[in-house]
């Protein structure tokens, strides 16, 4: 079993930067695939980004490549994902889900076993 907890949200203006941070608790990340999604009030579970730990290979939602960036630092346990040039439209609540081994639909949330609690991303015009 893992426990992810994400933290790093807050309030920020329109071109700005934050970073989010996905930590694992109970077993480390090793052999589980890890992926970011935001959901905005009224909206659908929305996939964002996704990196495979072992090898770290990364996956991107086109509203956000060029923008977003998912990484991991593996002393700490810790995946992270760095937003710039935010956009209005990325206001949501941001969660980390992961599962044990490979997802061939990273894309989709059912794809994910593992659920945090979320953090909530502002963005004021």
């Known amino acids: 079993q893992v426990q992810l907890v994400e933290s790093g949200g807050g309030l920020v203006q329109d071109g700005g930067s934050l970073r989010l941070s996905c930590a694992a608790s109970g077993r480390t990340f090793s052999g589980y695939f890890v992926g970011w999604f935001r959901q905005a009030p009224g909206t659908e579970r929305e996939f964002i980004a996704a990196?495979?730990?072992?090898?770290?290979?990364?996956y991107y939602a086109d509203s956000v490549k060029g923008r977003f960036t998912i990484a991991r630092d593996t002393a700490k346990n810790t995946v992270y994902l760095q937003m710039n040039s935010l956009k209005s439209e990325d206001a949501a609540v941001y969660y980390c889900?992961?599962?044990?081994?490979?997802?061939?639909?990273?894309?989709?949330?059912?794809?994910?076993?593992?659920w945090g609690q979320g953090t909530q991303v502002t963005v004021s015009a």
């Open positions: 990196i495979t730990w072992s090898s770290g290979n990364t």
């Open positions: 889900a992961a599962r044990r081994g490979f997802i061939s639909l990273y894309y989709r949330s059912s794809s994910y076993t593992y």
